[in-house]
């Protein structure tokens, strides 16, 4: 199983990366974690638009979600069947209105099975917001303060892809993760690999690193995009 981050920058995208988009492919089937601001076109790197087998969508947030009015326009072209996406109950009119380009089904709790893969979807602090567990392998957090929900659903996972939206002396913050919290999670969950992302185009990734690292407890790095991990 592979993970490549096809966008990782938070609320806009920056100069060197869309918003949020992660590809996980296992035994050549291609599952998307959302599509935000401008990841639709980093994703013909990677992916044909036709053959992306299922979406899950964190959230309805522009920055990750604003890219299925472009990816609908892609597949538009083509003879493809309509895409699966799993999502919240308040999906992106595109999503909801383009029933010969999309299958939406509105996420739940609990373990989902796409085609090899299992996916677990836990409901967490972002308005309505899931985070998603790959196997063992893959935690993503998608955005969300700490929470309970987001404890129990990263416990044991290998690699934990956590948003770093800000720093601890912020503050707590409402709906996102600082650095500090990723590395703090990061710990508690026992994993090997702790993958920043959601950066802030205004933040200073180094420093984003520097704080999550001395509290993970694991390897640290920054998403960026073209980064792969095997998983
Ligand atoms: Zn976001």
Not at 148 to 162: H, P
């Amino acid at each position: 199983m592979q993970l490549t981050v096809v966008g990782c920058s938070g609320s806009a995208p920056g100069p060197e990366s869309s918003c949020s988009c992660y590809l996980v492919e296992t035994d050549g089937y291609r599952l998307l974690l959302d599509l935000g601001a401008g990841a639709s076109g980093p994703l013909q790197r990677y992916v044909p638009p036709t053959a992306v087998d299922a979406v899950i969508l964190s959230h309805s947030h522009s920055d990750h979600s604003a890219d299925f009015t472009q990816l609908w326009r892609l597949r538009l072209v083509t003879q493809a069947a309509p895409l699966p996406v799993i999502g919240p109950s308040d999906m992106p009119e595109v999503l909801r209105n383009n029933p010969d380009c999309w299958t939406p089904s509105v996420a739940k709790p609990g373990l989902l099975t796409m085609g090899p893969i299992t996916a677990r979807l836990a409901r967490v602090e972002h308005g309505e917001c899931w985070a998603t567990r790959i196997d063992d392998a893959l935690c993503y957090t998608a955005d969300s303060q700490p929470c309970a929900a987001l404890d129990e659903l990263a416990r044991g996972c290998r690699v934990l892809l956590a948003e770093a939206s800000g720093f601890d002396a912020d503050g707590p913050m409402t709906g996102h993760l600082a650095a500090g919290d990723a590395g703090r999670l990061a710990a508690r969950s026992g994993a090997n690999l702790l993958v920043l992302t959601h950066l802030r185009a205004w933040q200073k990734p180094a420093d984003l690193l520097a704080e999550a690292a001395e509290l993970a407890g694991c390897p640290t790095i920054l998403a960026q995009q073209g980064l792969r991990v095997a998983l």
